[in-house]
């Protein structure tokens, strides 16, 4: 009867340790509406990573789940556009970060607004939803403080044909990649005058 006691105490501590551990680490949310077609659709079930941003700050490209900061309530899951200090403009049916156009190719259409040139305050973060043109997002004239950010979608998980891991688009290595390019050219350009 002993061994049985110890054995069912052993197994209630170490579930209750692995759901503890998981609870910290990792949530489920329900994707809501249609303002980040065509990557996720509504219903659609993705996990997301708590503990990312506690080993490094988010990224653009990024996929986030956050509370929103313009009064909703809820949770909003969007991409990262700009990072606190970055500069954004919307303009011709393109996104601009500090001055370069992103490459986008999980929009479901080209942005139909227009954004003036504007700097991300410290600490905040600069979000679009893939389609751009039904999302309430950054460009209505909110951002997202840090501490709002809930976690990094991770993994899709329901319905079945969309499992697997969030694809990743970093827009800080192709923002590097076109001003390393600039500059080789502007090189180029003055050994040839």
């Given at each position: 009867m002993r061994a049985f006691l110890r054995e069912f105490i052993i197994t209630a501590v170490l579930a209750l340790a692995v759901f503890l551990?998981?609870?910290f680490?990792?949530?489920t949310v329900i994707v809501l509406g249609i303002s980040m077609e065509p990557s996720f659709h509504s219903g659609q079930r993705v996990l997301i990573s708590k503990l990312t941003y506690r080993m490094h700050e988010?990224?653009?490209g990024d996929v986030i789940v956050f509370q929103p900061n313009n009064?909703?309530?809820g949770e909003y899951i969007k991409r990262i556009i700009a990072k606190p200090?970055?500069?954004i403009e919307v303009k011709n049916g393109a996104v601009y970060v500090n001055g370069t156009r992103l490459k986008e190719p999980y929009i479901s259409s080209a942005p139909s607004y227009h954004l003036d040139k504007q700097?991300?305050?410290?600490d905040n973060y600069f979000v679009l939803g893939d389609n751009r043109n039904r999302s309430n997002d950054s460009h209505n004239g909110w951002?997202?403080?840090?501490q709002n950010i809930a976690g990094k979608a991770w993994v899709s998980i329901w319905p079945p044909p969309t499992w697997g891991l969030i694809p990743e688009y970093s827009l800080s290595d192709q923002l590097a990649r076109l001003i390393n390019s600039y500059m080789v050219q502007c090189y180029i350009y003055k050994l040839y005058i």
């Open positions: 551990l998981l609870r680490t990792i949530d988010p990224e653009r009064g909703d309530k200090g970055d500069t700097k991300i305050p410290a951002v997202v403080p840090r």
